[in-house]
């Protein structure tokens, strides 16, 4: 921490200490420093004092590895209490919204990272509309945050937007099938999909590449809308430029997840054992995994939680807003000036208190009127 | 069981039952010779086996099939590059005639691309059991005819193989609707497709659950509990229904592993034999269906299956006259299986005779 406080202070001190005007002339090239070079520095200390937070939500059909990826991907175990279910009970079983919250440290950095399940979807005969509850989650999260801000106390607003959707796609199937559409084109303007290859371990190399290619035609057919990874600058070096590319050209990632460490050539590694060989789930070889890791945390976690804020969250508040608005001016029936800014409404639990210390306004004030009539009649 | 010997018909009495007398013979005869009768018999005239598979895209449905019968029956659909799934359930069924050491087999495969694939898969089991039982209807035409063909076609479906998604957690609710109403009507089993994405401890443990999942929706799949003959069919079928639901793995490409060619699939961290037990269960699954059991599943889909619909059928149309053979059936949507547990006046369609109360079932 010290080391990156000194260069600021150390340029602080150079230009308020005095100096003699030869000094001054040799030291001219200073004077074109204002110190604002700093700033990433103040910023990088700041974030580092409030810690992240960043939620990811992961769908799919049970059975395609969902909670083994995210157990590898942040190397905790947050599902240690998990009880599958049974056949008789999954037969009654709804799609179910569930949240957990880990803190994560590493290297002074706090994360404070949410995982949003999704168990029940696609499980059931009859699937119809089995990403209503999902998307119904993602817009309360954003009226919330919408709430908040338009609140009158900002200070502590909880940011429990939805800032990536893992969408889990079975390698059994020859594409996208009818539910992966239906959920894509659902949320693809809510949320930042990231399409996946489950269980990448039981396809050959030439058929993962196939389906890739299918899935790729897939999205563009339906107009769906994933997450796009931003394009890098011209500036930028020919190996972060060979990255990006990869990176780009390697979407959908197949990914094999693993929460058990095996021996491989004297290794110790994340993998799967099975009787021909080993799968190991950090080999570039074997999967995509650490394209998908690399991703999601180390380059490309501040520009989904972006643009989140920026694409999605916006366009749910200008949504929002002109529904209010056009609510209003049908209302009112006469055309004002000004565009009527809607306060916001008062949420349930205050009016509820309001109206409580009306109730017992009024009946104090009941009581006290009682109480002189009794006197007067006495 | 004797392989070779023809399906008999459901009301000739038993070979050796317990009425006649058993005498010594003084010299040889030749009867055994009638063994020999039989077999060219059968070898001159063929025989038939139709199969259906049933799950959704992408199993590996059509790669097993040209697995198990070692030929290219369909061009298998690479994942990937396959046509765009149908809208409904089609079935779509491919005959071959093949040989092998001068024996004929006239093999019909049925597939049922589009089953579960949608979004609402309600009902999606009407198709499948509409075919079969249409099938079953095609063979009492034929039969109830007067003057009758003297091998009549047997378009019946033998067997079903349903291929369970390798979840790893346990049967989903549609796979336990399709079951329940088809292991009434035709021979049913189940396997674990594409079970090279399940390490051995997942996979035993899934089968547990299968087992378990199985036993409380009371699914009986082949080879089913109650027609077992005597006391070797139990103990062999005991030690197959131990290890049902097979974990399998097809594949139609050889590869060279230690020199020989060998049918598998090349992934990069090794090759998955699929003859291979230590791999997969795919020769259980074929010595099952062909080498063992071939027999045995035509003469319970003819004795049993066929014989449930039949009397449902000519019940309800009133066309058998009412005589010692008459069961009082209640008319239902689907004839249930002859179980010794039923009600005492329900149908006891035994293997073989329909008239001897006191042979077992």
Same mark, same amino acid.
């Given at each position: 921490m010290?080391s990156?406080? +000194? ?22 090239i ?5 110190? @604002? ?12 004092? $409030? ?20 157990h590898s ?10 009880? *599958?279910l ?12 569930l949240?957990h ?9 706090? *994360? ?8 029940? @979807?696609?499980? +059931? ?39 990536c ?20 084109? +659902?949320l ?9 290859i489950?269980?990448?371990d ?9 389906? $890739? ?15 796009q @990874?931003?394009?890098?600058d ?17 979407a959908? @990632? ?36 650490? $394209? ?53 409404t ?9 109206r ?6 009024r ?6 009127? $009682? ?8 | 069981?004797?392989?070779?010997r ?13 009425? !006649? ?7 040889? /005869? ?13 070898m ?8 259906? /598979?049933?799950?959704q ?10 697995? %198990? ?7 298998? !659909? ?24 001068? /024996?004929?087999?006239k093999?019909?495969v049925?597939? !049922? ?11 999606c ?15 009492l ?6 003057t009758?063909?003297?091998? #009549? ?25 399709f079951?329940q ?6 021979n049913?089993v189940?396997? #674990? ?6 390490? #051995? ?15 409380t929706?009371c ?42 060619c060998?049918?598998?699939?090349k !992934? ?13 269960e795919?020769?259980?699954l074929?010595d ?20 449930n619909y039949?009397?449902?059928? %000519? ?34 369609v ?12």
């Amino acid at each position: 921490m010290d080391s990156l406080a +000194a260069p600021q202070d150390r340029l602080v001190e150079q230009l308020l200490s005095p100096r003699t005007q030869a000094q001054r002339r040799l030291k001219d090239i200073d004077k074109q420093y204002v110190g @604002f070079a700093t700033l990433p520095n103040q910023v990088h200390r700041k974030s580092v004092k $409030k810690g992240f937070d960043f939620t990811l939500m992961v769908a799919g059909e049970s059975g395609l590895g969902k909670s083994t990826l995210v157990h590898s991907l942040f190397l905790t175990d947050l599902y240690k209490e998990r009880k *599958l279910l049974s056949a008789e009970e999954r037969i009654s079983q709804t799609v179910e919204i569930l949240k957990h919250t880990v803190d994560i440290e590493e290297k002074g950095v706090k *994360l404070k990272l949410t995982i949003v399940d999704t168990p029940g @979807f696609g499980d +059931a005969v009859n699937n119809s509309e089995c990403w209503k509850p999902i998307t119904d989650y993602v817009d309360q999260q954003f009226e919330q945050y919408f709430r908040d801000e338009s609140g009158l106390n900002r200070k502590n607003i909880q940011d429990n937007r939805v800032h990536c959707c893992l969408y889990f796609i079975s390698p059994f199937g020859h594409g996208l099938r009818p539910v992966d559409v239906g959920f894509m084109k +659902a949320l693809h303007e809510k949320v930042n999909i990231v399409p996946l290859i489950a269980k990448a371990d039981c396809l050959v190399p030439s058929e993962i590449r196939k389906l $890739k290619e299918r899935i790729r035609e897939e999205i563009d057919k339906f107009g769906i809308h994933v997450y796009q @990874f931003p394009e890098c600058d011209s500036d930028e070096d020919e190996d972060f430029k060979q990255q990006d590319r990869e990176l780009k050209e390697s979407a959908p @990632f197949a990914v094999i997840g693993s929460n058990t460490v095996v021996e491989a050539k004297g290794q110790r590694v994340r993998g799967r054992l099975y009787p021909w060989g080993i799968v190991e789930v950090e080999n570039q070889a074997h999967c995509d995994f650490v $394209k998908l890791r690399n991703m999601l945390i180390r380059t490309h976690m501040h520009d989904l939680k972006d643009v989140t804020c920026d694409v999605h969250y916006e366009n749910y508040r200008a949504h929002c807003i002109q529904q209010m608005t056009s609510k209003l001016t049908q209302d009112s029936r006469m055309e004002s000036p000004i565009p009527i800014l809607p306060l916001p409404t008062p949420d349930a639990e205050t009016e509820k208190l309001i109206r409580m210390k009306d109730e017992e306004l009024r009946r104090m004030q009941e009581m006290l009127q $009682k109480m002189k009539q009794q006197m007067q009649d006495q | 069981m004797d392989p070779l010997r023809q399906p008999p018909s459901p009301c000739s009495p038993r070979p050796s039952s317990p009425r !006649t007398q058993s005498c010594e013979m003084l010299g040889y /005869v030749g009867i055994e010779a009638v063994l020999d009768q039989l077999k060219i018999k059968a070898m001159k005239m063929g025989f038939e086996f139709n199969i259906m /598979v049933v799950g959704q895209s992408g199993l590996g449905k059509s790669t097993m099939v040209n697995t %198990l019968f070692k030929s290219k029956m369909w061009k298998s !659909t690479l994942p990937g590059l396959g046509v765009p799934t149908p809208k409904t359930l089609q079935l779509q069924s491919v005959t071959h005639v093949i040989e092998e050491k001068g /024996v004929k087999l006239k093999l019909t495969v049925t597939d !049922t691309p589009g089953f579960g694939d949608q979004i609402n898969n309600d009902k999606c089991w009407d198709p499948i059991l509409g075919y079969i039982n249409e099938q079953y209807e095609r063979y009492l035409q034929e039969e109830i005819l007067i003057t009758r063909q003297r091998h #009549i076609p047997d378009t019946r479906v033998h067997c079903c193989v349903y291929f369970v998604p390798p979840t790893g957690h346990c049967l989903r609710p549609l796979d336990i609707e399709f079951l329940q109403r088809l292991c009434q009507t035709v021979n049913v089993v189940p396997v #674990i497709a594409r079970a090279d994405s399940l390490t #051995i401890e997942e996979r035993e443990a899934f089968r547990r659950r299968i087992q378990h999942n199985l036993r409380t929706h009371c699914i009986e799949v082949y080879p089913q509990k109650c027609f077992d003959e005597d006391i070797n069919d139990r103990i062999l079928n005991s030690k197959i229904r131990e290890r049902i639901p097979f974990a399998v793995v097809g594949a139609d490409r050889e590869h060279l592993v230690n020199g020989r060619c060998v049918l598998g699939r090349k !992934t990069k961290w090794g090759i998955i034999e699929v003859e291979n037990m230590a791999h997969c269960e795919f020769p259980l699954l074929r010595d099952l269906l062909i080498r063992t059991h071939l027999q045995d599943l035509k003469d319970i889909t003819h004795n049993i299956h066929y014989e449930n619909y039949r009397v449902f059928r %000519l019940n309800k149309s009133h066309v058998l006259p009412r005589g010692p053979g008459w069961v009082n059936l209640a008319p239902g949507p689907a004839p249930s299986p002859a179980s010794p547990q039923a009600t005492p006046r329900t149908m006891k369609v035994c293997r073989w005779t329909q008239d001897n109360s006191d042979d077992e079932c």
